[in-house]
């Protein structure tokens, strides 16, 4: 049974829900791309603030692409799973050239999304992390250690749903987890969508082009 029609639903719901953490401070939300990025614009929109993309990149087991042995960003940071890692015997050379692969089309998303537009800085400010929902928690759990690099005041991770496990593990790592429904059992994230098409990569970079054209920023490059 589905809980929200789309992802603007989600969002609208969403917003809702994050309103009182956002009151006071300064925030930024940053949508886990893809599918969270039109979710973040969404919510950006109903709370006045500013958005932005996150890009993450999965290091599968070679030849195993269903196994994840780390986690990587642009900027260079690598969350391991050593566990994975020994488990299936992966060298460190194998390692960086398959970690690398996965940093290059990183780097390839991000132009695509951004152009010449610099990332936010996010030094002392409430960042939220949001996506259109939580599996796992690896990849969720990845970003909020790639945020805590840039030293913001708080990490926060808002979804519309995500099982409960997950939002127990989350809660060791951000300062806090909002999610709107933790049903049981819990087999994907798009079961509780009545649409769930996927999110294109013209589709962020028109979201993250309207706020760009919303927000004036110091930083960015115009």
Known sequence: MALFRDRTDAARHLAAKLLPYAEGHRVVLLGLAPGGVPIAEQVALALGVDFDVLVMGKVAVPGRRDLTMAMVTSGGL???S???VDEFAVGPETFRRTAEDARREILRREEIYRGDH???DLTGKMV???????ATGTTMRAAVEA???????????G???APILACEELRRVADAVIALHTPQPFYGIGQWYDQFPNTTDDEVRAALARNWRSFVRPDASL
Do not use: F, K
Not at 128 to 134: Q, T, Y
Not at 147 to 157: F, K
């Open 78 to 80: 690598e969350i391991v």
């Open 82 to 84: 050593q566990d994975v």
């Open 118 to 120: 610099e990332p936010q």
């Open 128 to 134: 939220v992390l949001v996506d259109e929902g939580v």
């Open 147 to 157: 945020v805590r690099a840039h030293c913001p005041a708080r990490v926060l991770v």
């Open 159 to 161: 979804v519309p749903v």
